[in-house]
């Protein structure tokens, strides 16, 4: 069974940083791709960002691109989001995910997703 369980979650002021984090198991994490995704409350859910299998490539939304930097673990199987200088529009429900297409600046799927973990970004 595949899982991805997201952490680091919680209320920054604006300005602040925050880590999360995607526990992965049930698949062999080193040779997926992987993509964080957001979802702000009353919004479709938007891709933040993208990271190949062995960290050498990253892509990030025009929204998030000099203030977020992705990375991964794959000897601990484990996906991070780094969020620096975080807004309020950055408020919303972040999950990990295994994606099946990555097309930017708009096309995306995935089939394994986490539950995610919250981000309320007070001004």
Avoid at 10 to 17: A, D
Avoid at 41 to 52: A, L, Y
Avoid at 58 to 66: K, P, R
């Amino acid at each position: 069974e595949v899982r991805l369980v997201e952490s680091g979650g919680g209320t920054v002021q604006s300005g602040g940083s925050l880590r999360l984090s995607c526990a992965a198991s049930g698949l062999t994490f080193g040779i997926y791709d992987m993509i964080w995704v957001r979802q702000a409350p009353g919004k479709e859910p938007e891709w933040v960002s993208w990271i190949n299998f062995d960290g050498g490539s990253t892509v990030y939304a025009d929204a998030v691109l000099g203030r977020f930097t992705i990375s991964r673990d794959n000897t601990k199987n484990t996906l991070y989001l780094q969020m620096n200088n975080v807004k309020p529009e950055d408020t919303a429900l972040y999950f990990c995910a295994r994606p099946t297409s990555f097309s930017p600046p708009d096309e995306y799927e995935y089939d394994f997703r986490g539950q995610g973990t919250r981000i309320t970004v007070s001004s």
